[in-house]
């Protein structure tokens, strides 16, 4: 059971540099979210989607773009990166908003 | 919006039971609690959720109070493994009926030998 799937685990980027971090489910969950993870910050989120075709912004959206063409798949995209988007970055997903949510092992990201 | 407030940190001796406290003094009628933890760097992990019964399963016991304005949880016999930050949710629906869950600070659990 490969669950809530995130590539890649670790990334570095250079400011200013795009980059997408993947997330992809097998469970057929319609909600999928994005939070990323700070010291002292527990987890804050960053855009969510209910559904195919519906995305909507969390506390935390700047900076960060989102799609969602399929139920499996919810990249998270960023655009221009910067030193303050240094984080550990998870994904999740549950068959309904208000179901468990099952999380990924996360994306640990760099940017200098 | 509904939220919650847990203590930063506890301490438990392994083999006693860890009780967790949550308050969610503004909670509405319609809104779960949610409990999950997170091991070291791992991906957060789900634990239990309730309404207004107290609920148990193999992982844990999750009490409401009546007023439903606070929980606690309930490790009964906590090991060293259940060493882990833990999180207490309610559910904040939003207009339209999307759901934002949001995730507070939680409470870091040290279970000592």
């Known amino acids: 059971n490969a669950g809530v799937t995130q590539t890649p685990k670790f990334q570095v980027l250079k400011t200013g540099q795009s980059m997408t971090l993947q997330c992809a489910q097998d469970?057929?969950?319609?909600?999928m979210s994005w939070y990323r993870q700070d010291p002292g910050m527990g987890l804050r989120l960053i855009h969510y989607s209910v559904g195919a075709g519906i995305t909507d912004q969390g506390e935390v959206p700047n900076g960060y773009n989102v799609s969602r063409s399929t139920t499996e798949d919810f990249p998270l995209r960023l655009l221009s990166a910067a030193p303050s988007q240094t984080s550990v970055y998870f994904c999740?997903?549950?068959?309904?908003?208000?179901?468990?949510?099952?999380f990924g092992n996360g994306t640990r990201l760099t940017v200098t | 919006d509904a939220k919650t407030t847990q203590p930063p940190s506890m301490d438990c001796a392994e083999g006693r039971a860890a009780n967790l406290p949550c308050n969610h003094s503004?909670?509405?009628?319609?809104?779960?609690v949610y409990w999950y933890r997170q091991i070291h760097s791992q991906g957060p992990q789900y634990i239990i959720h309730?309404?207004?019964n107290n609920e148990t399963n193999e992982m844990a016991s999750l009490i409401i109070t009546e007023d439903r304005k606070s929980s606690t949880l309930i490790l009964p016999h906590a090991t060293l493994r259940d060493t882990a930050v833990y999180y207490c949710i309610v559910r904040v629906a939003t207009q339209g009926g999307s759901e934002k869950l949001v995730f507070g600070k939680g409470t870091k659990l040290t279970v000592n030998p």
């Open positions: 469970m057929n969950h319609e909600y």
């Open positions: 503004t909670i509405s009628g319609n809104e779960y």
């Open positions: 309730g309404l207004k």
């Open positions: 999740a997903s549950s068959y309904l908003a208000d179901s468990p949510l099952h």
